[in-house]
């Protein structure tokens, strides 16, 4: 593929990866500090720098190529990041999910699922097409039939109900 040409699947993925990011960031659930950081940050290169360089045509110039690669680059640092950061400081909501045997891989996906995207959403900004596996074999860890709920809205409500017990056995009595 010639370094001056953007074909319409790239200039999507940004888009989406934009609009997922603005998602997460206008939900009303409480996430810790450095998680909510290292995806504000990403928004807004994304907003600010990235999505403006996207032509109206796939023709751009080879500078334009470079910071477009350079921010795609980034993604799966970004990623990983983020999966981090979660981890990290939400280590009862962690350890919850590790009492089932969930793998890291498995760890990593929740956490995508809880701050909000959705399995075809992970697929595309990590570029693994491999969701509906991930979600399959966490769900029969987690002791949920195929049709039970929505394995994102099932972590999320499982995530802020730690933090609620968590908040509660911190609070002056």
Known sequence: QNA????K?????FIL?????????????????????LLGERHLMLEKTIIPLI????????????KLKQAESTRNDFIIDVQ???????????DYLKSFGLTRSELNYCCLLTLGLRGNEIGIITNNRN???HSSMIR?????????????????????????ETTESVAPK
Not at 9 to 13: A, G, I, L
Not at 84 to 94: D, H
Not at 140 to 164: F, H, M, V, W
């Open 140 to 164: 029969q860890k987690l002791r949920l039939a195929p049709n039970d709920t929505n394995l994102g809205n099932y972590l999320r409500y499982q995530y802020e109900t730690i933090q609620s």
């Open 131 to 133: 969701h509906y596996n």
């Open 9 to 13: 699947k790239e200039q999507q993925t």
């Open 4 to 7: 001056n040409i953007m074909s």
């Open 55 to 66: 032509p109206d045509s796939t023709f751009i110039t080879p500078e334009v190529a470079q």
């Open 84 to 94: 981090e950061a979660f981890l990290t400081n939400n280590t009862k909501f962690v």
């Open 17 to 37: 990866e934009l609009k997922i990011l603005s998602k997460i960031l206008r939900s009303s659930w409480t996430m810790d500090r450095s998680t909510l950081a």
